[in-house]
């Protein structure tokens, strides 16, 4: 009689199983069922937010659903990566972040990280660069040369940011120790106290110094990246012409509840990769200056790529 109400037991826990799996199923081919909050941890305006509104009309045809954009700039994301990993793991939250969300947790102020979200693709990887005033430097060699001799000042957006952790991997990489790091609250005042006088140089993606190499205000004297831009091609990379492992720029891309099944994760991800190969944004790239650089990484690239930068940041922290 026990082994009978055991083996009844069992087929029942396996058909409770199979019926799980097979809503699993069925919520994934009715996804969405809702309207999609789609969450940027940064100001209106900015990079990501620009992310996120390039994107968000294709997103909405292609899911055939409405998609709610909320900007939760606190605490550099945090907020909004916290929200996301408190919703209902179901695709209906999605998250867009850009660097500061894997330098932040690698510093300890943002608590929420791979364990509790789950990427779901990378989009861009926006180039960083060594700006300085052209009336001071022409060139990254002169730079180099007066930085040897004397203290210089480089400023970047925000503390504890990816233009820190550029200036950083410059600093252990060249060997220049006289370079002290100043934070300002955003691009526009750190370009102003370049083109002032009251900064020597700032570390800072090339998509938003484009506008002030036309006018000569501003001038990239070396990019963080593996060769030269074909664009730009008389100023020197990193790697190509130095040999410094110096290629982080501020990525963006989208993250889920760690939870979600593989099934929506899957669609999200094909649906990200046709906006990316899309005309429109293309177009949207180029206009930005997103394009010098294939920013598409998969679920799994991107995984692998946050986790790797999160050792080397917590590596560039602690030795600072």
Not at 13 to 26: S, Y
Not at 153 to 158: L, P, R, Y
Not at 256 to 283: G, R, W
Request: charged content about 25%.
């Amino acid at each position: 009689m026990k082994l009978k109400k055991s083996l009844i037991s069992l087929v029942s826990g396996l058909i409770v199983l199979a019926g799980c799996g097979d809503e699993t199923t069925d919520s994934a081919e009715e996804y969405p069922t809702e309207n999609i909050d789609l969450l940027v941890g940064a100001g209106p305006g900015g990079g990501t937010d620009n992310f996120a509104r390039a994107t968000e009309d294709q997103l909405s045809d292609k899911l055939e659903t409405n998609i709610v954009i909320e900007n939760l700039e606190q605490a550099s994301g945090a907020v909004a990566n916290e929200e996301t990993a408190n919703s209902a793991p179901d695709g209906h939250t999605i998250n867009y972040v850009s660097s500061t969300f894997i330098v932040s947790n690698a510093a300890g102020q943002n608590d929420t990280g791979l364990d509790e979200l789950t990427p779901v693709a990378r989009m861009q990887s926006d180039i960083l660069s060594l700006v300085v005033n052209p009336d001071e430097f022409d060139n990254f060699e002169e730079f180099r040369e007066y930085a040897e001799a004397n203290e210089v000042n480089v400023g970047g957006t925000h503390a504890v940011s990816p233009d820190e952790m550029g200036f950083l991997e410059l600093q252990n990489e060249s060997d220049i120790d006289n370079m002290n790091y100043v934070p300002y609250d955003d691009t526009g005042e750190v370009q102003a106290a370049v083109m002032g006088g009251n900064l020597d140089a700032y570390v800072g993606v090339i998509s938003a110094v484009e506008e002030y190499m036309e006018s000569g205000d501003l001038e990239p004297v070396l990019v963080f990246s593996e060769e030269r831009l074909d664009e730009m091609s008389d100023i020197p990379a990193t790697v190509e012409d130095y040999g410094w492992d110096i290629t982080n720029g501020n990525e963006r891309g989208v993250l889920v509840h760690a939870d979600t099944p593989p099934e929506i994760l899957d669609e999200l991800e094909n649906v990200l990769n046709e906006i990316f190969e899309s005309d429109e944004y293309k177009e949207y790239e180029e206009q930005n200056s997103l394009h010098y650089r294939d920013g598409w990484m998969s679920s799994e690239e991107y995984e692998q790529k946050l986790e790797e930068d999160y050792e080397m940041y917590q590596e560039l922290l602690e030795n600072q």
